[in-house]
Structure formats: structure tokens, C-alpha cells
């Protein structure tokens, strides 16, 4: 009777050294980056994956499949935004290779402040498909502020982590109106590509 008691007193010794053994969580992947190579030089921005997932898979999946590739920034407004993502350089839709339209995320407090990246939309709130834009300014009336259609807001989906200087250079051009529509770049500033890069390391 000794020997078991005292085999089960080694047992409970040994299984209280097991739990005391500190469990590291593994760290969670770092968020994707991407770079915007355009006419005018390049901009790199990290996609906020966890908070944003699926604007961000939107834009990635547009991004990896070259649907991006020789459309332009068709929409400048100086000190306010730079949008792109969905006019040819001939000022046209680019319709092959287009999506349906996704969830709007703006319930996610991402804030549209300056550097931000957002996702373009028309005039209800879940109609984003492929263009996006780029906060020049501190723009807090495209957030969320209610559920109707006006005050649903803009997804932020990422942040411009490098080349925050060709966002502005290409917010000062001179714009003209084209057709139907206004702000339009008076020289095409076009995106070569949108690639994407190694996250930077600590």
C-alpha cells in the first residue's frame, strides 16, 4: 500500500512539472505588403488582413491575377484623394477580369486618415469591386457614422508604409475633366503593376 501511495504522489508531482511547462502561442503571421509601381515611382503599403479580410483578399486577388496592370489613377483631388484601380489609360471601365462587388467593411474603425487606403465604391454601401483609393488628407467624414447608404463610409483595408511622397507628388498634378468625368490627371499617371514583398523584420 506504501508503494502506490507513493506512486501516485511521483504521478501527481510529475503531472503538476507537465502543466507548470509554459506554452508559447505562436505569433500570428505578419500583415501582407504590396508595392504600387506607377509612372510617377512606388508605394508600399501593408494590408491590415485581420481586420480587413475581405477587402483585403479582394484587392490581393486583383493584385496577384494583373487585373491592375495599365490601369491609372483616373481621379485626383488635390489634398484629398488619389483613386485608381479601375480606368484604362484610353479613360475606359476595365471590365475583363472584373469581380462582383464585396462586403463593405467599414464597421472595422479604420480610420480614413491620411495615408490610409480605402476601397471605392458607388452610392450603396456594398457595391466595392476593384478601385481603390488613397487618403492625401485626414478624410473622418468617409468613416462609418451610420447604416444608411450616405453615412455607411469608406473600408480602409491597409496603410501607406513607404512612398508616402509619390501619393502626394501625384495629388498635385493638374486635372482636367474627360468625357463624364472630372479630376481626371491632365498626364496619365498609370500603374505598371502592384506586386507583392516580404513584410519588413523587426
Known amino acids: 500500500m506504501r508503494s502506490a ?6 504521478s501527481l508531482v510529475i503531472l503538476a512539472s507537465a502543466v507548470s511547462i509554459p506554452v508559447h502561442a505562436q505569433d500570428p503571421p505578419p500583415n501582407p505588403h504590396v508595392v504600387i509601381e506607377t509612372t510617377m515611382g512606388d508605394i508600399t503599403i501593408e494590408l491590415f488582413r485581420p481586420r480587413a479580410p475581405v477587402s483585403t483578399v479582394n484587392f490581393l486577388t486583383y493584385a496577384l491575377a494583373g487585373y491592375y496592370d495599365g490601369t491609372i489613377f483616373h481621379r485626383v483631388i488635390r489634398n484629398l484623394i488619389i483613386q485608381g484601380g ?22 472595422n474603425n479604420l480610420q480614413n486618415r491620411r495615408g490610409s487606403v480605402a ?4 452610392g450603396t454601401p456594398n457595391s466595392a469591386r476593384a478601385q ?3 487618403n492625401v488628407g485626414q478624410n ?18 491597409g496603410e501607406v508604409v513607404d512612398g508616402m511622397d509619390v501619393v502626394d507628388d501625384i ?3 493638374g486635372t482636367t475633366r474627360v468625357g463624364r468625368m472630372d479630376d481626371v490627371p491632365r498626364e496619365t ?7 507583392r514583398v516580404d513584410p519588413p523584420t523587426n
Open 5 to 10: 501511495v507513493s506512486i501516485t504522489a511521483f
Open 86 to 107: 479601375g480606368m484604362t489609360a484610353d479613360h475606359e471601365p476595365k471590365t475583363e477580369g472584373l469581380r462582383g462587388p464585396i462586403l463593405n467593411e467599414a464597421t
Open 119 to 122: 476601397m471605392a465604391r458607388l
Open 132 to 134: 481603390f483609393f488613397i
Open 140 to 157: 473622418m467624414q468617409f468613416n462609418h457614422r451610420n447604416s444608411t447608404p450616405a453615412g455607411f463610409g469608406y473600408a480602409v483595408f
Open 171 to 173: 495629388s498635385q498634378v
Open 189 to 195: 499617371v498609370m500603374i505598371k503593376t502592384i506586386r
